[in-house]
């Protein structure tokens, strides 16, 4: 079992960008494609954007295409989540999340991902 750690949220201004990131406890990520959930306040978990194991497909939920960018590096430790233009309905709890099963494809339902983090907080001030 992979334990996630995500990283790099915080307060921003509308209009502003972040990165999160997603790392392995432990180990690497090379074995899963990879997902990125946010939660909004009184709202249920979105799918954001996800990835595939060897990286090179990419899917992303309509209202973020052209403002984020997935990602993951070459070591296949690290996940990453770039975030431009940000809004105050982009505020949210972000989650990274690992799809073990999908060998090639890339997980867009909350039920295909098998391990979660904590969580990091997202907020974007109008």
């Known amino acids: 079992q992979v334990q996630l750690v995500e990283s790099g949220g915080g307060l921003v201004q509308a209009g502003g960008s972040l990165r999160l990131s997603c790392r392995a406890s432990?180990?690497?990520?090379?074995?899963?494609?990879m997902g990125w959930i946010r939660q909004a306040p009184g709202k249920e978990r979105e799918f954001v954007a996800a990835?595939?194991?060897?990286?090179?497909?990419?899917n992303y939920a309509d209202s973020v295409k052209g403002r984020f960018t997935i990602s993951r590096d070459a070591a296949k430790t690290t996940v990453f989540l770039q975030m431009n233009s940000l809004r105050p309905e982009d505020t949210a709890v972000y989650y990274c999340?690992?799809?073990?099963?999908?060998?090639?494809?890339?997980?867009?339902?909350?039920?295909?991902?098998?391990?979660w983090g904590q969580g990091t907080q997202v907020t974007v001030s109008s």
């Open positions: 999340a690992a799809d073990r099963r999908a060998l090639w494809g890339v997980p867009t339902t909350l039920e295909e991902y098998d391990y």
């Open positions: 432990g180990g690497t990520l090379s074995s899963y494609a």
């Open positions: 990835i595939s194991r060897s990286g090179s497909s990419t």
